[in-house]
T-cell receptor, first 112, second 109 residues
Framework: NAGVMQNPRHLVRRRGQEARLRCSPM?????VYWYRQLPEEGLKFMVY????????ESGMPKERFSAEFPKEGPSILRIQQVVRGDSAAYFC??????????FGPGTRLTVT | KQEVTQIPAALSVPEGENLVLNCSFT??????LQWFRQDPGKGLTSLLL?????REQTSGRLNASLDKSSGRSTLYIAASQPGDSATYLC????????FGKGTRLHILP
């Protein structure tokens, strides 16, 4: 049973470009969570999704950021018009009917 | 609003010593508490998860305790080794996980 998969592992974008981060949850998991870790800061919750629904997006920046978890396919975290301050590690986690979240290896976004 | 605090922020100890990392949280309404390890530039490795109804969990040289009423958890590492050097994160779960900022541990050979 493969764990949570994220791709790409490393992503470089120039300012103003779009970044798309993908997360495939563990098999059988229908809950996905995104977290961001800024340099020298702790991990912060961004958004919680179930299939086709956003449950809690209280940690998402109000502009340029969006997330989806379609019926088929991976969850996508999309950042439009990236700025240098978006450079961070973005972690995805998934859970099933239990509460324990399993984390992916992360995507490291660098904005140049 | 849940807040998680970890003390100390950084710790250096000689190899072989036993050590304790501390974590406190402000809201006792949690599903569970989890300790993670993170190596520089890497992802998270789950070390121990304590359900809200439990008091402690053990894995090898690691022991984690949970006192919900006082909002505290400790991670005890016995007979520390240089390979234990990493950042240790405490995290509490409601429907989302709230992380502490971590303790950077350095074990001196």
């Amino acid at each position: 049973n493969a764990g949570v998969m994220q791709n790409p592992r490393h992503l470089v974008r120039r300012r103003g470009q779009e970044a798309r981060l993908r997360c495939s949850p563990m098999k059988g998991h229908s809950h996905v969570y995104w977290y961001r870790q800024l340099p020298e800061e702790g991990l912060k919750f961004m958004v919680y999704l179930q299939k086709e629904n956003i449950i809690d997006e209280s940690g998402m920046p109000k502009e340029r950021f969006s997330a989806e978890f379609p019926k088929e396919g991976p969850s996508i975290l999309r950042i439009q018009q990236v700025v240098r301050g978006d450079s961070a590690a973005y972690f995805c986690a998934s859970s099933g009917s239990g509460k324990e979240q399993y984390f992916g290896p992360g995507t490291r976004l660098t904005v140049t | 609003k849940q807040e998680v605090t970890q003390i100390p922020a950084a710790l250096s100890v000689p190899e072989g010593e036993n050590l304790v990392l501390n974590c406190s949280f402000t809201d006792s309404a949690i599903y569970n508490l989890q300790w993670f390890r993170q190596d520089p530039g890497k992802g998270l490795t789950s070390l121990l998860l304590i359900q809200s109804s439990q008091r402690e969990q053990t894995s090898g040289r690691l022991n984690a305790s949970l006192d919900k009423s006082s909002g505290r958890s400790t991670l005890y590492i016995a007979a520390s080794q240089p390979g234990d050097s990493a950042t240790y994160l405490c995290a509490v779960s409601g429907h989302k996980i709230i992380f502490g900022k971590g303790t950077r541990l350095h074990i001196l050979p």
